[in-house]
């Protein structure tokens, strides 16, 4: 199915400067693509601030991505040239890794930069990709935390892939924001903590995994649904389809809390009732001698 978007309304100076170019209608090939992801392509179609050839913030976005991480194998280094003297061709299209809306457009809609041996934490300056939806990390070495804010940088990505790194720290609740997630894959890092169980509201995942990593806690009901491969080698996961998860300990602990009190006054009662039963046993004799055969043998002092 062809998607042609006309900007036919639009009565701006930049509209007009795109007319100049006979650049204003955009096809594009959306071949075996869902009813939600059609209507996030027109909204940013729509909406970007740059309808002529693309953003600058783009350039910026991977300029940033090239100078914070390590590139031992020197791919980005080679490929990734920003000395163009024609910055309006779409020349970062040709980049690895980058995908673009248009060849001729300098905006980029996914960076996949897989099996690349990149290195250092996950990559600055992704919020100045903001048209970008697709996000491929897989099989490198970053590591650190995955920012807690992502949803903020990247609002707008369908797929997120960071299989096979070393990211560590929990899991950012701040996943849950990004509504239009599809895939989500964070298979074989070191994250720890919980699932959060805010992830319910990610409605549109179809692909989620969290396998061999260390993370303990119920797995979310929305998840519940995908295998147990998908949650495999984090011993402390539980509930469906995992092994249940085991009863809380905090329910008896006041229980035990009301014994020991119990017990604590019990002695103190028997220890003042020992004492005021043998000062008044000394001193009242005749209280508790009430035969005559014993009372021969009480002793008075």
Known sequence: MWLLICLDQLVTSEFTSCMAKQSCCLFYSMLAMADDTNFLL???????????????????????????????????????????????????????????????????????????????????????????????????????????????????????????NSFSGSIPQNISNMTYLNILILQHNQLSGQIPPQFTLLTRLTAFNVADNLLSGPIPSLLQNYSASNFAGNQGLCGSPLDDCPPSRRRWRPVKIKLHRLNDQSSIGAAVGFVVGFVVAFYFPHLFICSERLRAYVVRI
Request: charged share 15%.
């Open 42 to 164: 027109l909204v940013l179609l729509l909406s970007s601030s740059s309808l002529c050839f693309g953003s600058e913030a783009d350039i910026q976005c991977l300029k940033s991505v090239q100078q914070s991480v390590i590139d031992p194998n020197g791919v980005l280094k080679s490929t990734w040239n920003f000395e163009n003297p024609n910055p309006t061709d779409g020349y970062i299209c040709r980049f690895t890794g980058v995908e673009c809306w248009h060849p001729d457009e300098n905006r980029v809609l996914s960076l996949r930069l897989g099996n690349l041996g990149l290195e250092s934490t996950f990559p600055q300056g992704l919020q100045n990709c903001s048209s970008m939806i697709g996000l491929d990390l897989s099989n490198n070495n970053f590591s650190g935390p995955i920012p807690s804010e992502i949803a903020r940088e990247v609002p707008y990505l369908t797929s997120l892939d960071l299989l096979y």
